[in-house]
């Protein structure tokens, strides 16, 4: 697959510099790092981007992710290795990223897991962080990006 773009953070370059804060605010935020991992390879993995499932899965390697719970994160609700609040975040991940599928959006069940695990404040930053995924995958996704271009690039430039 060869991508329809090569570099969209240079052709749009405020938009781009605007997500990159945003992902700072989510990593300052108080969702844990490791939730931020799981739902952004959750999530890309559901919308099919093999950039953010590579780059995800890898960043959270480095960041001391076990082999098995990024193994598993496809399977979470089988698998015993997610803490019941990383279950609440990627149960709402999966019901928001896949809103086009329920009619009603997301499910008050959902909904009322999350709220019990996470404070209004940590919620609306996990909320965020839901959306901001899945506007990266929207890109990543649209101009063919390839999975290992984010580290072939990040080599590159070091």
């Known amino acids: 697959m060869k991508p329809r773009m090569d570099n969209i953070s240079a052709l749009a370059p405020g938009a781009y510099k605007a997500m990159r804060q945003v992902e700072k605010f989510l990593h300052e935020s108080g969702v844990p790092d490791t939730t931020l ?9 559901i919308n099919g981007c093999g950039l953010c499932v590579d780059m995800h899965s890898h960043d959270a390697k480095r960041a001391g992710e076990t082999d098995e719970r990024l193994w598993s994160v496809a399977a979470w609700r089988e698998a015993p290795y997610y803490t019941d609040e990383e279950r609440a975040a990627l149960a709402l991940t999966e019901a928001a990223t896949r809103i086009a599928d329920n009619p009603g959006g997301v499910p008050d069940d959902v909904w009322e897991q999350a709220a019990d695990h996470y404070d209004e404040e940590t919620l609306a930053a996990l909320i965020m962080g839901i959306a901001q995924i899945n506007a990266w995958n929207t890109i990543n996704v649209t101009i063919r990006q390839t999975a290992g271009a984010y580290r072939r690039a990040a080599a590159a430039s070091a």
């Open 37 to 45: 991992h799981l739902i952004k390879l959750r999530a890309s993995q």
